[in-house]
């Protein structure tokens, strides 16, 4: 055979080969986009503003133990060094923060084990503060859950659903945390409420208050099935009376240190 022959066979079967792989490519990719649109929850759409459910925090954000949850010490001072660090102390629940099932359980998920799907999710805003005014331990009840369906539609599998109280803008007062007795007092989720969302498949709660469970609980019901059910919250979110009841999309930025029973996050929402 000419060596022209042996050139044209050898390029012939290389496009044969390059057709061959890319349309294999091209189902995979596919079958892989596919699977992710299964595998993961409906997404709210977007139009990009932004809004930030963080509450900046130092050494006097109030915090459940009534400890400073943050503490800052002087590490590379700038006039001495030309440039400056704090190192700093971080208790892991404070300022708005997650508390991963392992905080409630012996041997479950880390905050560095929350599976990332979870932390890009739909947020649906249920508003709490009519009910919050009269009394400060308010719960969220099953029928609060069911109001919001029958206004807004179904909640979807994977969705972070956070109660609204108005207790945010509670942060700088003692209000936030007690009542004038010096008794806890908050809102927060009832039991029956969060045992409605697990059947649901929901991924996360999250509240603007102190804990997930209302100040005047005498046993941690919601801590204490919410998170060994493998599901994660969210304590002292920020701006939840900028987002709309449904139709945002939250990012979760969970800290991610081995064995850490939660920690302080970033958490964005995109309306």
């Known amino acids: 055979m000419c060596n022209a022959c042996v050139i044209e066979s050898v390029k012939s079967n290389m496009l ?29 759409q977007s139009a990009g503003k932004v809004v930030d459910l963080t509450h900046a925090w ?32 971080i208790y892991e629940h404070s300022g708005t923060h997650i508390d991963a099932p392992l905080h409630f359980s012996a041997d ?18 249920l508003d709490l ?25 179904e909640i979807p599998a994977g969705a972070c659903v956070a109660m609204h109280a108005g207790w945010a803008a509670r942060v700088a ?5 007690t009542a004038a ?12 409420a969060t045992d409605m969302l697990a059947g649901l498949d929901v991924a996360c709660i999250g509240v603007d208050s102190l804990s997930l469970d209302p100040g005047n609980s005498a046993d941690f019901a919601v801590h204490n099935s919410w998170l060994p ?7 002292c979110l920020a701006n939840l009376d900028q987002l709309p009841a449904k139709g945002a999309t939250v990012f979760i930025g969970a800290p991610k240190h081995k064995g850490g029973t939660g920690g302080p996050a970033r958490v964005l929402a995109v309306v």
């Open 181 to 192: 007795d010096g008794s806890f007092a908050f809102p927060g989720f009832s039991k029956a």
């Open 229 to 235: 059910g493998g599901r994660f919250g969210i304590e």
């Open 173 to 177: 007062s003692p209000e936030f945390r």
């Open 58 to 89: 130092d050494g006097s954000f109030p915090t459940f133990d009534g400890n400073p949850g943050i503490i800052y010490e002087p590490s590379v001072k700038f006039e001495e060094s030309g440039y400056q660090l704090w190192k700093l102390t």
């Open 129 to 153: 503060t009519a009910k919050a005014a009269e009394d400060a331990n308010a719960m969220v009840e099953p029928e609060d859950i069911e109001a919001w369906v029958s206004a807004n539609g």
């Open 16 to 44: 044969s080969r390059r057709a061959l792989f890319a349309g294999a490519a091209t189902t995979t990719a596919a079958a892989v986009a596919s699977g992710l649109a299964t595998a993961r929850p409906a997404l709210a």
């Open 108 to 125: 479950g998920a880390s905050v560095a084990d929350l599976a990332p799907e979870r932390l890009v999710c739909p947020i649906c805003v």
